[in-house]
């Protein structure tokens, strides 16, 4: 099974910025995709953020051009870089990280979620 370790959110004030970071141990291999959605307050989870393999992106329209997400395989994390933050990223933040141990199999693994909280 796959771990996953969340940190880096916190409470920021608008314009702000914070680095999330999502630590991946146990049984990760053949990682497809990694990512990051989010959970505001009675709205449903939405993706803010993917990283295939293979180095492509994928981001939400609302957050493009102010967060980035990125990875370091050596050391099994992934990343994102929220700048210019606003009162509408407040959320809880989830990492999620896709594996296939097999052709044409697919495993998601979900971290624990990290609160972020933007102040106006």
């Known amino acids: 099974q796959v771990q996953l370790v969340e940190s880096g959110g916190g409470l920021v004030q608008a314009g702000g910025s914070l680095r999330l970071s999502c630590a991946a141990s146990?049984?990760?291999?053949?990682?497809?995709?990694m990512g990051w959605s989010r959970q505001a307050p009675g709205r449903q989870r939405e993706l803010v953020a993917a990283?295939?393999?293979?180095?492509?992106?994928n981001y939400a329209d609302s957050v493009k051009g102010r967060f980035t997400i990125s990875r370091d395989n050596a050391k099994n994390t992934v990343y994102l870089q929220m700048n210019s933050l606003k009162p509408e990223d407040t959320a809880v933040y989830y990492c999620?990280?896709?594996?296939?141990?097999?052709?044409?199999?697919?495993?998601?693994?979900w971290g624990q979620g990290t609160q972020v909280t933007v102040s106006s």
């Open positions: 990283l295939t393999s293979a180095g492509n992106t």
């Open positions: 999620n990280v896709e594996v296939m141990p097999s052709l044409g199999v697919f495993k998601d693994y």
């Open positions: 146990g049984s990760i291999f053949r990682v497809t995709r």
